[in-house]
Every structure is written in structure tokens, then in C-alpha cells.
């Protein structure tokens, strides 16, 4: 077992003593409105994250998430800059997506170096929840199901079930998982980026299709404006407060499922706050690589994300779609 792994286990039991706490919590460091200013997208990139084996290799996951993290927040040391991103005493979900099954989903490794991170900035592990739709999606991460308190716990909405009560946004009429409503204070958002047969594009914002009881309801027209829609909620719009997006592998054609003739390995993690800015420059990233394969854009084949500009509207105001708005730094 690698020193990583057991970090990860004697912080799970409580043997390892963490940092001091930090007065600075993400409300704190990351609270100002979706949309205000030119938003940060961090790209950061390391073309010997995956091994000779063609796996992800746990160290440079974790070499490259403290790159990320440290541009995004302008601290050098990763300890320091996970402390002005972690809240203390408060229930850090991370919102993995399993969907694809195990080929194309959040990979281990970075929710891994994540909990070490946290843990080790002073987030105790049992304020420490990793989740997704099901037990199905999260074992396809390669995730172990866990509700020990005192450990981080790792389990989806079919333990906690769902809200009785419908909300309405616009065309979104959903029931919420009680974990996004009752469990979790702050949401890291990590989903990983992938081609989507309806919407075009699956990253940041289509992530929270994983958060609520019936998300085929919400794919009609592209999922225009179901995306938009879900993601304007309150509870959505001021939980999910930062994206670690998992560009370490991906499929450009043919998802959100796993075609192994379509994946490729941009080898990246992709880091911000503004939803609609992440999903414009994922966007950009899936269709760079379909023109250097030969495949039409995704609005020559109908599957524009048009979803992306309708959240960035005078309705929606999720955030910046304008490229020249978007502060990109890519390291």
C-alpha cells in the first residue's frame, strides 16, 4: 500500500493529526456573485499523469491537483491553499459522476488526493462526504461505499433518498437528494468532461443532473433550458461553490457512455468557480479535438451546448460566456 493510502486510512480512524484550523472558510474566500468580474479557470496540465500502464498515477494526480489549486488560489504551499478553500466544521461533500461507468468516470485517484488535502488543511473525515446518483455510479469511480460517521463517508442518494417536495424553476420541477439539501454544507463539484449525445457538452453544469430524483426529465431540446434551469435553484447556485473538473481522460464523440475508440487523454484537471465559464471552455476543449480527428463541430452535427449561453442570460446570471470575459491560465 502506498504512503498515500495510508494516510488516507489513519486519517479515516482519527490516528493523524491535521493543521491548525483556518478562520478563512470558502464563504469567505469565494463568495461574490456568479457573474461579477472576469471569473478564473485554472488548466492545469501534466502529460505523465497516467503511467506507462496507461493508469493514473497517484502522485502526479496529486503533484498536479496542488498546482491547480495553488494558481487558483494564489498560494504557493498546498496545505495553505486548501485552508482558504475548506470551511471548518462543516460537511465537505465532493459530487463525483459515475455515470459512464468505469471507464469514462471521476477517476479514484483525484477524489483520493482530494481527501488527503482536505484532512490534512484540518477538515476532520467525517465532515468529509463523497457522493453521486448511487451505489452503482460511485463504485464505478472505484469508490467503496461507507456511512461510518467517523470516517469519510461515501455513499449516494439511494441511501439518503430524496426530498417529498417538488421545486419549480423555470421548466425544472425536481426533488432534491437530502444529502445536497440536508447533509452538505459546501459542494466541491468534480465531474469529468465528456462529449454528451443530447447536450453536446457534459462538465460542470451537467453534473447536477446526478443531484436530483428524475434528471430525464430535464433533457428535452438539448437540455435547453433544463441545465440552465437546474442549476439557477438556490440551493444549487450557492452550494456548489467550486469545480475540480476531471479532464484527466475523456470522450469526444459518443457520450456520455465509454467508447474506448473515442477516449483520449487530455491529461488535465480543470479548476474555477463559474460554472458557465467552465462549460465554455470545455466546450472549446472537446471541439479542438474533434477538428484534429477529423469530426465535424458539435453544431455541424446539432448538438451545439446552447444550454451554456442561456445560463449566462439576464434570467439566469450563472456566470461569463464570453471567452474574452474568461481570465484563462493555463500552466
Partial sequence: MSNRREFLK????????VGAQSKLGLAAILDRPMGGGKPKVVI???????????QLDEKHVLDLLDRAIASYTGRDHPIEAWKRIAPQGKVIGLKTNGLGGKGIST??????????????????????????????????????????????????SDVSGFEDKVETW???????????????????????LKDHEMSGVTFAMKNMYGVVKRPNELHADGCNPGVAD?????????????????????????????????????NALIVGEDRVALDQIAWGILERKRAEVGMKS???????????????DAAHRLGINDPKRINLLEI
Avoid: M
Fill in 230 to 266: 437546474l442549476n439557477a435553484f438556490p440551493v444549487i447556485r450557492e452550494k456548489i461553490r467550486l469545480t475540480i473538473g476531471d479532464a484527466t481522460s475523456s470522450v469526444y464523440d459518443g457520450g456520455p457512455g465509454f467508447h474506448p475508440e473515442r477516449l483520449w487523454q487530455p
Fill in 10 to 17: 489513519e486519517a479515516a480512524t482519527g490516528a493523524v493529526l
Fill in 298 to 312: 458539435l453544431e455541424a452535427v446539432g448538438r451545439p451546448p446552447r444550454y451554456i449561453a442561456t445560463a449566462a
Fill in 107 to 156: 477517476h479514484l485517484a483525484l477524489v483520493l488526493a482530494i481527501c488527503e488535502r482536505l484532512q490534512q488543511a484540518g477538515v476532520k473525515p467525517g465532515k468529509i462526504l463523497v457522493w453521486d446518483r448511487n451505489a452503482r455510479d460511485l463504485e464505478a469511480c472505484g469508490l467503496t461505499i461507507s456511512t461510518d460517521p467517523s470516517k469519510v463517508r461515501c455513499y449516494g
Fill in 44 to 54: 492545469a496540465r501534466d502529460p505523465a499523469v497516467h503511467g506507462p500502464d496507461g
Fill in 170 to 192: 423555470g421548466s425544472a420541477h425536481v426533488q432534491f437528494s437530502k444529502i445536497l439539501t440536508r447533509e452538505c454544507d459546501v459542494v466541491l463539484n468534480l465531474p469529468i
